[in-house]
């Protein structure tokens, strides 16, 4: 095809989009490989059917029953046509998904005399690959020459019954795999059936099962896949083959003509047809419905798969070239691609229209996958990260030994988590995947999404650090605490200390700091801001003189309750909590980490959370564990999150450093386990943040954003200009009024600062300018983590009693004010 002719195409799209796809606003969607999306016809045209028709359960003689009977019939004929297969050669099968589809044939192979030998490609689904648990014997071919080989080699006459399962299109790149090896293997192979996974390809592509003679003995794929709606699957069952069902000895509503089970036990299968005996109970017959709506639209909109096909390869090649074109200052490459060398892009025969790539600093090195996620986020694009449901295609292109998986695997890599470049190599990769109402649009902005963020122009400019100078005025009191903050509940807004009064510093923080938590009510989770950004509008604050903690709603979360405030004491009272025996094992899981909170027993207090947020939780506080002795281990929330942290060094923050502060984090473990990290940010770098905003244009971010507890700025009372935006990268010891803290590492930030704290909107900013100024080695930063030390004399007021209060001096100390055993000076002399 011309080009004009493709652009043409596309520019009908995007008009039709603008009708059929209102969700599309405003959002770019990457993922049609993890579904596609339904037309506004479409529901509009099956909600039409459902208003204007009756429909019963089919196995009934009323009219309403025969109705849905027939109906059914056509559909699943009409399903058949779209895929070119004769009724006389193939059978469907209605399932809930492809996996479902794929676990009926397996049921299948299991009841064969000596079990089933199974085959699968190394590109094979997750869903593909636990068939081989089922099976007698197993084997993974790990490319195509391995199948191949295996294909053309003498048949083993061992007379078992063998399966072999291969995707037709790869979920993972998109690669397309050759279609004539059912062929293949029913020549050659006796024993042997084939299984395609046609879930994939026939999102964007035809299927022609035109030729029975070779097509495969089973066929599985997704329908929302194809449509976006409804939530089913199809089994296409060549009828030559449907013999291997015969031993399957499950009955149940539906496939059965008669069942005798009082003294003697015996029933008739329906033997009718295949899909009779395999469809049990009753078939899901609203959304085999909504199928012929879907069928009828898609063909509207878009009159066939071949024009969806050749639209999507279009596409997948500009974004391909697209993204190889990208190159940072220094000529080294933006991004892995991960293509099959036996594809071509632009080739809709070995590829279709999904691309799964890695990003690469200028160094080469790997930019995190959570970092892209994360950003990706911000600016309103929906993509897949990670492992992608395909473990052998994605161990294969990322070079990933078994033994490497499984000690990611024990180093807390898992499916979709933060951890995510181990030992020098990415776990995952990302993946932007096209459909139907996919437009050229969509490619440009991707690209030059990719190219705001991770191209690197040229090597950072390192400005020198701010030495200080004789004339300076002493350190001492250049600095000072501008407020101090606490959030008595996780994720919800913080408690700013009033002036003038000394807030305690406990081993475990600041006094009161997130105490509470909320959590739901089904899973036991602690609710965070990240999910229920609402939870800002709730306003916790500690009333010392009632001994209250004080819960106000603000903003939109007033008109939810008819309470606007609720109050809990601030005593650990064991009868305010539920039962013990219910609640011991109750843990609150935070993070991934198990912590143990004991949930309030009022269901007044439930009810007030509940129904502010609109999602059924309780209030729950984080109980210490141990008895109150000093080995007490508290089990906060950040506590726990710090100590993953903990792991992580920040290279690259400076120059030539590998690390700002190489073991801060693994000289102190005791301080790890027993002390939590307060979080400290500095005003004049928040300043600087904001002039870089302002300058774009974007919306400066309040100090609230970054959930600090202390905010440190210079001191008003010296002259201005002396700013030194930072400074605390470099910053290793504090001391605040009379007390010492350790700066412990910076802050890795997430989309989470994006929350408006007044009015629970997301913005983009202040994280599009953090990532862009203060990512290092692909995670962004900033604010530090600092911890209390307790010095000096235990029994003095000052070591019994440690606190912190607005307007102290803050005194930092920098690495080359500290000896090589990591003393302060000014402590040891
Ligand atoms: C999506 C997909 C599956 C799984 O489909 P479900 O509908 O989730 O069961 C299997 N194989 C491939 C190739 C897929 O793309």
Known sequence: MEEATYISYDNAIEELRAREYPMLQGTTYLDHAGTTLYSKSLIERFSADMISNLYGNPHSASNASQLTTRRIEDIRLRLLKLFNADPQEFDLVFVANATAGIKLVMDAFREQEQGFWYGYHRDAHTSLIGVREAAAEHQCFASDAEANEWIECQDDGSGRAGLFAYPAQSNMNGRRLPSDWSRRIRTNKQAVYTLLDAAALVSTSPLDL???????????????????????????????????????????????????????????????????????????????????????????????????????????RMLYEGLSALRHGNDERLCQIYKDPASTYGDAVTQGPIVAFNLRNQYGGWVSNAEVEKLAAIKDFQLRTGGLCNPGGVASSLGLAPWEMRENFSAGQRCGNDNDVIRAKPTGMVRVSFGAMSTLKDVNSFVAFVREFFVQESLPIVTAPITSSVDEPPLQSRLHVESVSVYPIKSCAGFSVPRGHAWEIRREGLAWDREW??????????????????????????????????????????????????????????????????????????CGDSISAKTYRSSEISLFFTQALGVACHLARFSAVGDGNSSTRHSKAHLQKYQRAGAMQIPGAFPDAVSIRPGACVSKPILLSNESPILTISRSSLNRLNELIKAEGGKAAQAEVFRANIVVAENPAYPPGLED?????????????????????????????????????????????????????????????????????????????????????????????????????????
């Open 725 to 829: 935006p930072y400074a605390e990268d470099d910053w290793r010891y504090l001391q605040i009024g009379q007390q010492y803290f350790e700066m412990l590492g910076a802050c890795r930030r997430c989309q989470m600062v994006c929350i408006d704290q007044q009015t629970a909107e997301k913005n983009q900013e202040p994280f599009v300018t953090l990532s862009k100024t203060r990512r290092f080695d692909g995670r962004v930063f900033f604010g530090e983590h600092t911890c209390h030390m307790p010095l000096g004399e235990v029994s003095s007021p000052l070591g019994q009693n440690p606190t912190i209060t607005v307007g102290d001096a803050v005194r930092p100390f920098r690495d080359d004010e500290v000896d090589q055993n990591g003393h302060l000076h000014a402590l040891v002399g």
């Open 517 to 590: 938590c909320l959590v739901h009510q089904g899973t036991g989770a602690a609710l965070s801001q990240k999910r229920y950004p609402k939870m800002t509008l709730i306003r916790p604050s500690i009333d010392l003189g009632k001994g209250l903690l004080r819960i106000n709603l603000v903003g939109a979360l007033r008109e939810m309750t008819s309470t606007h405030e609720i109050t809990v004491p601030l005593s650990a009272d064991p009868r305010l909590y539920a039962d013990e025996a219910v609640y011991k094992s109750a843990n609150a899981r935070v």
């Open 210 to 316: 035109g030729d029975a003679e070779n097509a495969p003995d089973f066929t599985v794929l997704s329908l929302y896949k194809m449509f976006g709606f409804p939530d089913l699957g199809a089994l296409i069952v060549r009828q030559a083959s449907a013999s291997v069902f015969d031993r399957r000895r499950y009955f149940g509503g539906g496939t059965v003509e008669m069942v005798v089970c009082l003294k003697e036990q015996w029933h008739a299968k329906k033997a009718d047809s295949l899909h009779e005996r395999l469809e049990d109970g009753t078939l899901p017959i609203h959304s085999i419905m909504a199928l012929d709506s879907a069928m009828a639209v898609h063909q509207e909109l878009y009159t066939s798969l071949d024009q969806i096909s050749k639209h999507t390869t279009f596409l997948a």
